[in-house]
């Protein structure tokens, strides 16, 4: 097993921009093609290779929309999704306040996919032993990934939505004096690195494209499924230089938890857990719409096995087919398919950019698109057309304005899981209306990476 020494861990600014890094650190890291060294701890940033954010403008043949959709690509990380980063930042912040110390201690991560995944990577890198809980009705590849990383994996009754279950096993993990759980969903670290590094890479790539044309420097929205929703946290840190921003949260039509207090299994593996997360910042969110997960499964496979299609009914090139094809997992679909109807909700145009992510690529879903074969068969070009209707004229039934009693809705539903089950207080919930209360939680960034490089240099 590689291990590292806490001093040579990253800053969140230097994960924001590489360009800080020391020079002895991305001359070892640019070197090594060893994904399970240390040294690639330093490329959890959007930004590899020192250049600028990775990321897609959507060609305007599949959106339909006027408006430019954006989407900061993940697929480059050390574990092929950007979660990675959030499981670092969780950690760190352990290691930082003396709460964690490499000490024989193991990291349980809950996780409904990709947080686990980094967790399972980041661990073992620093020097911990990692255990994951997740549901059994996750992707294969995930539990391969998992398990290829170093981690052990403790699989939970249920699917993607059966989050209470993971819960219950957690309870039962903390008992034990050797592990530390590093929860996702409570744990500010995740909110810190969206904020700021997820966040600042965004308003850097709107600068960028405003460069080359495409928009004028503003971001009209950005949207986001929720999961843990550390990945909306983005947008709050946009906010702060877009004032007009419009923050834009998914779920799926199968769970509609903050539509309509609903619940459901659904196939949108990563967002959708039957909760409201305590890290989710319910106030700054403008709209939520909710998407069908079969349209989820079908439009990922059009982007991998439509190639065809794209080529011949839109007029796409070979080359922007393939790029389609190895960036999206089924929440990256998600969150394209929720974009595009962002930008028809609100008539932007072509100077109001509307940014997402793709949180993972296709590496941990060819399982779920063998199994979608085998129930619906195989696409042909009725399959295909269908499925370009999702892109090109979305529904638009269940979309909900953020107002000010929806708003407090959805925070009140934090009360059932966060205070009734888990011992949260019903002041720590009060403080989560306010404000001042999230702008503390992302300028704390500042005083975290000034402790890490006093540790680093006294040590």
Known sequence: MHLMTFP?????????????????????????????DPIH??????KPGGGGVK????????TGVAAPIVVMTANHFPTGS???????????????????????????????????????????????????????????????????????????PGS????????????????IPHNRILNQFEDFGNYRFHHFVTGNSALDLAAE?????????????????????????????????NSELKTVGL???????????????????????????????????????????????????????????LQGDLGLDADECDQLADTFGVSGICNILGAIRTARYYNFGADQPVFTVATD?????????????????????GGAGRTLGYFLDPSREMELEGSESVRRRWHNQKYFSWVEQLGKSLDELEALWEPQFWEEQGAGVERLDAAAIDRRETT
């Open 82 to 156: 950007h979660k990675v980063g959030p499981a670092f930042s969780c950690l760190r912040e352990g290691l930082l306040s003396g709460e964690l110390s490499v000490d024989g201690s193991t990291l349980v991560f809950p996780s409904t996919g990709n947080y686990g995944i980094g967790g399972a990577w980041v661990g073992p890198r620093v020097g911990f032993r990692s255990l994951v809980v997740l549901p059994e009705e996750m992707s294969a590849e995930r539990f391969e990934m998992i398990r290829g990383f170093g981690a052990e994996i403790i699989a939970t």
């Open 41 to 46: 701890l330093f490329d959890m940033t959007w």
């Open 160 to 175: 993607e939505s059966n989050v209470k279950e993971i819960y219950d096993k957690v309870a039962e993990l903390r008992q």
């Open 209 to 241: 494209l405003a460069q080359k044309g495409v928009g004028k420097g503003r971001i009209a929205a950005f949207v986001s499924a929720m999961g843990s929703a550390g990945t909306i946290a983005a947008g709050d840190r946009i906010r702060q230089e």
């Open 251 to 309: 779920e799926p039509v199968q769970c509609p938890t903050l539509f309509n207090v609903g619940y459901g299994a659904h196939a949108i593996e990563g967002i959708g857990d039957k909760h409201v997360t305590w890290i989710h910042n319910v106030r700054a969110m403008d709209l939520l719409i909710c998407i069908d997960d079969q349209q989820c499964l079908e439009g990922l496979r059009l982007l991998q096995a439509g190639s065809e299609y």
């Open 8 to 36: 040579t861990l990253p800053t969140l600014n230097e994960l924001l921009n590489p360009q800080l890094q020391p020079e002895s650190v991305r001359v070892q890291a640019d070197a090594s093609t060893d994904l399970l």
């Open 361 to 381: 690529g296709f590496d941990r879903y060819p399982s779920v698109l063998n199994r979608l074969d085998n129930q619906k068969g195989r696409l042909d070009g």
């Open 55 to 62: 990321h897609l403008v959507l060609p305007q043949a599949l």
